[in-house]
């Protein structure tokens, strides 16, 4: 978990003074939002993680979000039809900047066993994704790891990061529109 303490600092007396990213980075790396999106078996172990013996509250993440607006963080846990493909995405667009994505298990990331004409081949034939998390299905303590690297990347980030080509491409590249603000239109 971030502390302050972990903040490049310079100090004086009765001052600390230290960069704005960092500091804003910090705050939400310590109170992401996750929306689950769980269709099958791992929806479960993502319920175990949530529970009191994993507690993924003690990283500022109790809440849970089942409006994407109020989410930073899309948890994608299960099984993913193509069928359903186009409802993840529309999903994924609506959640507001800055957004994360965190696939669960290997149905998430690949299909896993089911290489069927049904099934989409992961998650990412549709939408970006920041961490995957291998198993199936991964262990709760698999997933708070990836939890924990969707941590380390959004302390590692830059606020001009969701305005630079570098991101529209990305986005273009999954047929995502964004305005100025990097939000898809
Ligand atoms: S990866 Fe395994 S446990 Fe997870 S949804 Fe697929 S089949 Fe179920």
């Known amino acids: 978990m971030g502390k302050i303490e972990d903040l490049e600092t310079i100090n004086g007396e009765g001052y ?3 960069n704005l990213d960092k500091a804003i980075a910090l705050a939400r790396a310590n109170s992401v939002w996750p929306l689950p999106f769980a269709t099958s078996c ?3 172990e993502f319920m175990a993680t949530m529970g009191s013996a994993y507690d993924l509250s003690r990283f500022g993440m109790e809440r849970m979000s089942f409006t994407p607006r109020q989410a930073d963080l899309l948890i994608v846990a299960g099984t ?3 069928k359903l493909g186009p409802v993840l995405k529309r999903v994924y667009e609506q959640m507001a900047e800055p957004k994360w994505v965190l696939s669960v298990g290997a149905c998430a990331c690949s299909g896993g066993i089911f290489d069927t004409y049904s099934v989409l081949q992961g998650i990412d ?3 970006p994704v920041d961490v995957y998390v291998p198993g199936c299905p991964p262990r709760p303590e ?3 790891e990836g939890v924990m690297n969707i941590h380390e990347l959004v ?12 991101y529209k491409h990305l986005m273009n590249s999954y047929q995502i529109d964004i305005d100025q603000h990097g939000e898809a239109k």
């Open 16 to 18: 600390q003074l230290t």
């Open 42 to 44: 791992c929806g479960i």
């Open 80 to 82: 993913i039809s193509k």
């Open 125 to 127: 034939r549709i939408i």
């Open 142 to 144: 698999q997933i708070i």
């Open 155 to 166: 302390k590692k980030e830059s606020n001009r990061r969701r305005y630079s080509e570098e």
